[in-house]
Every structure is written in C-alpha cells, then in structure tokens.
C-alpha cells in the first residue's frame, strides 16, 4: 500500500510562485506514471500536470508556461513549480501515482491566490 503526502501549499499573492511536493510512504514510485489534479470549489477535479516513469510530462492548457512538474527517483519525490500564480489557481492540490489498474490519491494540500 502507497501513501502519498502532500506538501508546500499556502496562501500566496497573485503572481507568486510556490513548489508542492508529494512524497510516498511505504513503497517506492518507480514505474508510476505521477500526477497532480486540483479541485477548486464547487468545481470537478481536473488534471494539472503528469510525468512518466522516463520523465514524459503533459500539462493542462491552463497552466502550460507556469507549472513545471519534475520527478525525482532517487528521492521518491515528485514536484510541481508553480509560478505565475493566479487567483484561478486556488484548489486544492492532489498528488496521484498510477500503474496498470493501481491507483493512489495524496489527502492534499491547499493553494490559495490572492489577488
């Protein structure tokens, strides 16, 4: 079983920049395809960014240019640069990891943008 923490959230002013982390507890996150999604309220949960297993990343139009997600295998870690913020980015950030037809959800982390 792989537990996801989440980390790094706030509240920051528009055009600020925070990084999130997601780190698993008890098990490493080689071979998982990692993901961060965010719901804000009211709204469904939407993908943000993921990353491969080799490092191949996609990114919702929404943030292409702003967000930057990164992997790191030796530290079991993954990231997610957020620069550029704005008050639409405020949700709630969830770490997801992903293999075959196993799938892992973080508790998240709350990013607030004031403006």
């Known amino acids: 079983q792989v537990q996801l923490v989440e980390s790094g959230g706030g509240l920051v002013e528009a055009g600020g920049s925070l990084r999130l982390s997601c780190a698993p507890s008890?098990?490493?996150?080689?071979?998982?395809?990692m993901g961060w999604y965010r719901q804000a309220p009211g709204k469904q949960r939407e993908l943000v960014a993921i990353?491969?297993?080799?490092?191949?990343?996609t990114y919702a139009d929404s943030v292409k240019g702003r967000f930057t997600i990164s992997r790191d295998n030796a530290k079991n870690t993954v990231y997610l640069q957020m620069n550029s913020l704005k008050r639409e980015d405020t949700a709630v950030y969830y770490c997801?990891?992903?293999?075959?037809?196993?799938?892992?959800w973080g508790r998240g982390t709350q990013v607030t943008v004031s403006s």
């Open positions: 990353i491969s297993s080799g490092g191949i990343t």
């Open positions: 008890g098990s490493g996150l080689n071979g998982y395809v």
């Open positions: 997801n990891a992903r293999r075959a037809w196993t799938v892992y």
